[in-house]
């Protein structure tokens, strides 16, 4: 009696607990608000399998209650054996053909999505439609950079897509293995050293407009201490919008600074980050020699390192302790201590790098 109470206390305590960390998530971070086709079909899809699940186990619960019921030990019949259906072929065949059923009924829409979401024929070079957006995403510790390989352009860590039309991505990691995600747009996909993935997402205009033009993004692969931090944006904006954007960054120039404190500012980036780091979308570097976020409208992003609201506090913040931030990142160590006041100016000058 005394260890039954200690499990059912212990069963009770678990499932209070499970309870309350359900709703710990974030709504803008849920696949269960789908905002595009290729999350359509994957919400549909975890609803069939739900559906079958919960019809599983109501059938089998109404059977067991009917059996407990029927067949109870009744006083004077404690000896009295039930009829047994071993070697009943009907039973048999009924049990054996249900799940079979319950499979093809899962089977068939879940292939079928699975080869629509894995369709890339469009993104083929050759044959590729001038309007077809194709962006090339390359993940290292602990940020993202995205190419837009038809404009020329490169931007890191806030993705600009057009929505109501399918976007294709080339994919790939520069350093260890990474998961690009978008909860609420589309499923996870890897990205690999050796090779490249591929696949599609649509950003629908009306359910973008109620998040604010704004999805969040994440790396959905434990790749090290900051691999919960690895975040990024997507802003999804219409078509002409979207074609103002990129003819900005097509057409944008190294900044001039005026602003004496931002002066200051750009000669400190150029002494000590300008190796890494560039401030203009067309970098013509190789991949390999890009081992920094371009920069190039910065001042225009969500957030500071991915994470952080986009203000000078923050800023400041990021640029004088950096591993405080971000554990494990590339970027600490590798300039020296700045003082007050040149964080001052160089903040200045960050703020400063703007298309829009």
């Given at each position: ?55 599983v186990i109501v059938v089998v619960t109404i059977i067991f209650v009917y059996v407990v ?82 404009y020329g352009v490169i931007t890191s860590q806030d993705l600009v897509v057009p929505t ?193």
């Open positions: 009696m005394k260890k039954w109470l200690h499990n059912w206390r212990l069963f009770s305590l678990f499932s209070m607990i499970a309870l309350l960390l359900a709703g710990c998530g974030k709504p803008f971070l849920s696949t269960l608000q789908p905002a595009g086709e290729a999350a359509d079909m994957q919400f549909s899809l975890m609803l069939l399998s739900t559906a079958i699940m919960l019809l019921i029927r067949f109870r030990q009744r006083k004077g019949e404690e000896n009295k054996i039930p009829k047994q259906v071993e070697g009943n072929h009907t039973l048999e065949i009924v049990w054996t053909v249900i799940p079979i059923i319950l499979l093809i009924i899962l089977a068939v829409p879940t292939v079928k999505a699975t080869f629509d979401l894995a369709d890339v024929k469009p993104m083929n070079k050759e044959k590729r439609d001038k309007d077809t957006l194709v962006v090339n995403v390359r993940a290292s510790l602990y940020w993202w950079e995205f190419e837009y390989p038809d109501d039309e399918r976007v294709y991505f080339n994919l790939k990691a520069s350093d260890v293995k990474h998961s690009f995600w978008i909860p609420a747009v589309g499923g996870k996909i890897d990205t690999n050293i050796e090779n490249k993935n591929q696949f599609w997402l649509e950003f629908d205009q009306e359910r973008a407009e109620k998040a604010g033009n704004i999805f969040y993004g994440k790396c959905a692969e434990l790749c090290g201490p900051s691999h919960a931090l690895m975040d990024f944006k997507v802003k999804a904006v219409p078509r002409e919008e979207f074609d103002q954007w990129i003819e900005k960054m097509k057409n944008a120039k190294k900044p001039v600074v005026t602003d004496p404190v931002a002066k200051q500012g750009e000669e400190i980036f150029n002494k000590s980050c300008i190796g890494c780091h560039a401030v203009t979308p067309i970098d013509k570097r190789p991949e390999q020699a890009r081992t920094a976020p371009n920069l190039a409208n910065f001042g225009d992003r969500e957030r500071i390192a991915g994470i952080l609201e986009h203000n000078e506090e923050n800023l400041k913040k990021w640029l004088k302790d950096p591993e405080s931030v971000k554990p494990g990142n590339k970027m600490t160590g590798t300039y020296a201590k700045l003082t007050d006041e040149q964080i001052d100016a160089l903040t200045k000058y960050l703020m400063s790098l703007k298309v829009e």
